[in-house]
């Protein structure tokens, strides 16, 4: 079946530490985004790329770095400079920009 | 600014009672406003898109509605499945060639059999 898997579910990582968060699709889109999910709040977009060796930064990317080497892979690394970074990250793709997001399960990052 | 505003933020209901949900938005320009269902723990699910005022769109026990400044969950008869959280999202018109969407922060419904 096609979908967008991310890995790990869970993550705990010590203050001080950068962590990579994997994101892989096997839709054939082009466009993959990564959202960060926190209680109360809306979505807010932390990086997109709407094709392969070209991302943006979204609302939030301060802290955040991201990779596109491959259409179906678009992992996210939070790092130490990330204040907060305790959050469910959510990665997104679509076949268009304007069309609708398809999401991974989610990966929910903890620092200790 | 683009903003979103979604309401109530939790609505509990019984069995078979139905309700509306609401999304208001305010964005420079609408290109579409998406309609997705979260369940605990996982990723969002499409529902709908909605393009234009007074399209409405159904799905089983769900229809949804949009005029010009909001749009409208509706759901019919209710069961506890469809428990979880809806969140509505708006696409400015200066997103299409990005695809940013401006998110809700989402109604929690819990159905009670």
């Known amino acids: 079946d096609g979908g967008i898997t991310q890995s790990p579910k869970y993550l705990f990582r010590k203050e001080g530490q950068n962590v990579t968060l994997s994101c892989e699709q096997n839709l054939n889109h082009d466009a993959m985004y990564w959202y960060r999910q926190d209680p109360g709040q809306g979505l807010r977009l932390i990086y997109y790329s709407q094709i392969v060796n070209d991302f943006q930064k979204g609302d939030i990317a301060e802290g955040y770095s991201v990779s596109r080497e491959k259409k179906e892979s678009f992992p996210l690394t939070v790092t130490s400079a990330q204040k907060n970074p305790t959050a469910f990250y959510l990665c997104?793709?679509?076949?268009?920009?304007?069309?609708?997001?398809?999401f991974g399960e989610g990966s929910r990052l903890t620092v200790l | 600014e683009d903003q979103v505003t979604q309401s109530p933020e939790a609505l509990r209901l019984q069995e078979g009672e139905s309700s509306s949900l609401n999304c208001s938005y305010t964005?420079?320009?609408?290109?579409?406003l998406f309609w997705y269902r979260q369940d605990p723990g996982k990723g969002p699910e499409f529902l709908f898109t909605?393009?234009?005022a007074g399209e409405e769109k159904e799905k089983e026990r769900l229809k949804a509605t949009l005029t010009k400044k909001e749009s409208f969950l509706h759901i019919t008869a209710p069961k506890p499945e469809d428990s979880a959280t809806y969140l509505c999202?708006?696409?400015?018109?200066?997103?299409?060639?990005?695809?940013?969407?401006?998110f809700g922060q989402g109604t929690t419904l819990q159905v009670k059999p």
């Open positions: 997104a793709s679509s076949i268009t920009p304007w069309g609708e997001l398809f």
């Open positions: 909605l393009y234009s």
């Open positions: 964005v420079s320009g609408l290109r579409g």
């Open positions: 999202a708006a696409g400015p018109y200066g997103s299409s060639n990005t695809g940013k969407l401006i």
